[in-house]
């Protein structure tokens, strides 16, 4: 089974704007499959350092259901910095990350390896992760190289 996982996707700035419909494409896509929707905020600034509504938020402008997981991380490997998110999603039956977000701190570079180490597989969407400043991620042919898929949110389909 996949998880989704949404990151640093709170707020409303250029780059989430930038891949929010991809982002919103394959969120529908979980929705639908009533599959496991997971926001991530990592690293996550210290409580109301943020600016807006949704600043404390992990999910923000996508819109958080009650049966998303929402959680936070003080670094930018959200497996290092959540106790217990591996076992938590291996005892959910995940086998499988869908990750997208914005690349803070190269979060979801290091988020998507450390899945890769908990022996998950993971898809990285590629037209869905963009660096905070608004430009294209500098690595994602590194983390091909090092076994994550990279695909398109259009082409994205989330095992349930």
Known sequence: ???????????????LSEISAQLTEVL??????????????????EAGAGS????????GGLGQTEDDLALSSE???AFD?????AAGLHDLAIDRLIIGGI????????TAMAGLACNFDVVVLKDGVIA???QPVDWADAAAGD??????????WLRM
């Not at 807006?52 to 999910?59: E, I, N, Q, R, T």
């Not at 910095?81 to 998110?85: C, K, Q, Y």
């Not at 701190?105 to 290091?110: A, E, G, L, Q, T």
């Not at 076994?147 to 994205?156: E, K, P, R």
């Open 28 to 45: 529908n896509r979980a929705r639908v499959a009533d599959g496991v929707v997971a926001y991530l905020r990592a690293p996550a600034p």
């Open 81 to 85: 910095g959540i106790d217990d998110l």
């Open 103 to 110: 690349d803070v701190d190269r979060s979801v570079y290091h």
């Open 1 to 15: 089974m996949d998880a989704l996982m949404l990151m640093n996707t709170a707020g409303s700035g250029d780059a």
């Open 132 to 134: 905070a400043d608004g």
């Open 75 to 77: 670094v930018a490997d």
């Open 52 to 59: 807006g509504a949704d600043a404390d938020s992990p999910a």
């Open 147 to 156: 076994g994550a898929v990279l695909s398109d949110a259009a082409q994205t």
